[in-house]
């Protein structure tokens, strides 16, 4: 069980990959972790990607998709595995499918969390965040017992910069400009499954789950 997760910055595709994850026992693998993790422990593919990294260049396609296939090759991915934040353009897609097909390999599935961009701006401007432990609640959905004040330390909650409306809808703007095309791009390939994101998370997995069992 191979899967790409899907979907909008917000949508929730990371609380889901996690959910599909523990269920069926396979890694939730994200690229930002696979580089921190080749980079703390010095590996050749780290040291390579660190250097582009310090420059505050973007990880070439090709090198990325090394350190990926070198992560999905480990004994923990032998029933599958579920990718988080990559491929997140076509060139990217394209890369890894043609490494893939050269391992005679493949997705099994690419599961797109479909929420409309208003639901994500209202559901993200109504996070807060406590800055001193790093609890984090929601306005309407986790709100704390005070007001603006942190359940766990008393430290007062803030909305942070990347939640504030006109950072979420610039990182919507680049999400549908890069990364939208790759519903087509595996549509077209008849592993894309659509989800309702805008669902309680529980019904949401639900739904994720029968669509993998089907």
């Known amino acids: 069980m191979k899967i790409i997760m899907l979907g909008a910055p917000g949508a929730g595709k990371g609380t889901q990959a996690q959910m599909i994850a523990d269920k069926y026992s396979v890694p939730h693998i994200s690229t930002g972790d696979i580089f921190r993790a ?14 582009y990294m310090d420059q505050g260049l973007l990880v070439p396609d090709e090198l990325t998709v090394k350190i990926l296939l070198d992560r999905v090759a480990a004994d923990d991915c032998e029933n599958g595995y579920i990718l988080d934040g990559f491929p997140r353009t076509i060139p990217q897609a394209q890369v890894l499918d043609k490494a893939l097909t050269e391992l005679n390999d493949g997705i099994d599935y690419a599961i797109d969390v479909d929420v409309p961009d208003e639901n994500i701006v209202k559901r993200m401007s109504g996070r807060r965040a406590c800055l001193a432990c790093g609890a984090t609640y929601h306005i309407e959905h986790v709100p704390p017992k005070k007001e603006g004040i942190c359940d766990r330390c008393g430290k007062e909650l803030v909305l942070r910069d990347d939640d504030k409306p ?8 680049v999400y549908h400009e890069q990364t939208q095309p790759l519903i087509d791009f595996y549509s077209k390939k008849g592993v894309l499954r659509t989800v309702d994101g805008t669902k309680p998370m529980q019904d949401v997995f639900d739904t994720i789950v029968r669509t993998l069992e089907a």
């Open 38 to 51: 080749n980079i703390k422990n010095g590996t050749e593919l780290g040291m390579e990607a660190k250097k």
């Open 166 to 173: 006109e950072t979420v809808l610039n990182r919507l703007k």
